[in-house]
């Protein structure tokens, strides 16, 4: 079964400032990953599928990465709304989390 | 508009059953995979069971195989999860989630349920 750590688990930024999420596979996966953003009391909502491509609707502020094992969630400027919790999945498993909070 | 609306949760005794339904909308529902997902106060998410568009085929996560049953009515455009023998760790927000792509192995869950809470307690 494979393992996905995600680093680091908390992200303390300000707005405007660039977020470099990491993800990592136990083995390697290809390119099947996908980032998930959760807000407090929401639904998860899909940004990006296949590492890199994003879901319909997301900002190009976010932009996903890698392949193998190591994957990275990138988000250029940092808005106000994006101070969230971010999950990375394959397949049947989740990622545990980066909260992204403001500093 | 796509969209999955979950209902059924509550509080239950250690022990005991619920049924949580998941309405779709807005999409071909007999046409799509679809998953329940799971999340206890305060944690991560867990995939727990996947069912083929036309339910011949169901997966279970180890914690809830056996005690858990995905189930799907086309006609009625609406998921289901069987929940018995629940214990005090499967307290959490349930959430359905359709699959995005044509297959059955979860590859990515869009849209979500805005999810139904469920305590397990005496």
């Known amino acids: 079964e494979i393992v996905l750590t995600q680093s680091p688990a908390t992200l303390s930024l300000s707005p405007g400032e660039r977020a470099t999420l990491s993800c990592r596979a136990s083995?390697?996966?290809?390119?099947?990953l996908a980032w998930y953003q959760q807000k407090p009391g929401q639904a998860p909502r899909l940004l990006i599928s296949?590492?890199?491509n994003r879901a319909t609707g997301i900002p190009a502020r976010f932009i996903g990465s890698g392949s193998g094992t190591d994957f990275t969630l990138t988000i250029s400027r940092l808005e106000p709304e994006d101070f969230a919790v971010y999950y990375c999945?394959?397949?049947?498993?989740f990622g545990p989390g980066t909260k992204v909070e403001i500093k | 508009q796509v969209q999955l609306v979950e209902s059924g949760g509550g509080v239950v005794q250690p022990g005991g059953s619920l049924r949580l339904p998941c309405t779709a909308s807005?999409?071909?529902?007999?046409?799509?995979?679809m998953h329940w997902v799971r999340q206890a106060p305060g944690k991560g998410l867990e995939w727990l069971a996947t069912i083929s568009d036309d339910a011949t085929k169901t997966y279970y996560a180890d914690s809830v195989k056996g005690r858990f049953t995905i189930s799907r009515d086309n006609s009625k455009n609406t998921l289901f999860l069987q929940m018995s023998s629940l214990r005090g760790e499967d307290t959490a927000v349930y959430f359905c989630?359709?699959?995005?792509?044509?297959?059955?192995?979860?590859?990515?869950?869009?849209?979500w349920g805005q999810g139904t809470l469920v305590t397990v307690s005496s």
């Open positions: 999945q394959q397949r049947s498993t």
């Open positions: 989630a359709r699959e995005a792509t044509a297959g059955i192995i979860p590859d990515r869950f869009d849209p």
């Open positions: 296949d590492a890199s």
């Open positions: 083995q390697s996966i290809g390119r099947y």
């Open positions: 807005g999409f071909t529902f007999s046409s799509h995979t």
